[in-house]
Nanobody, 120 residues
Framework: QVQVVESGGGLVQPGGSLSLSCEAS????????MGWYRQAHGKQRELVAD???????NYADSVKGRFTISRDYSSNRVYLQSNSPKPEDTAVYYC??????????????WGQGTQVTVSS
């Protein structure tokens, strides 16, 4: 069994500080990639940013230069930070993990989601 648990979020002021973290734990052979998606009310879920095994990062155009994704490989944690959030960043943020639970079994897992509301 593998668990994916997010923390952080809540109410954030525009231009304030946004910080999310996510940890994958349990029966893990190897984590390949970790990322953050978000889903605003009435919209489809979209990629915010992800980070692979070699540290390669990928960002949505809407958050480039404003959001930073980072990863702690030793503890299977991934972080998302912003010092310039905007009201349009308001959404439920989901952590996504792509991993191998053994040498041959690949699995994609999602966290339960955490609400981020950017408002003054």
């Amino acid at each position: 069994q593998v668990q994916v648990v997010e923390s952080g979020g809540g109410l954030v002021q525009p231009g304030g500080s946004l910080s999310l973290s996510c940890e994958a734990s349990g029966s893990i052979f190897r984590v390949v990639a970790m990322g953050w998606y978000r889903q605003a009310h009435g919209k489809q879920r979209e990629l915010v940013a992800d980070i692979g095994t070699a540290g390669h990062t990928n960002y949505a155009d809407s958050v480039k230069g404003r959001f930073t994704i980072s990863r702690d490989y030793s503890s299977n944690r991934v972080y998302l930070q912003s010092n310039s959030p905007k009201p349009e960043d308001t959404a439920v943020y989901y952590c996504q993990v792509y991993l191998f639970s053994d040498a041959r079994t690949a699995t994609e897992l999602w966290g339960q989601g955490t609400q981020v509301t950017v408002s003054s």
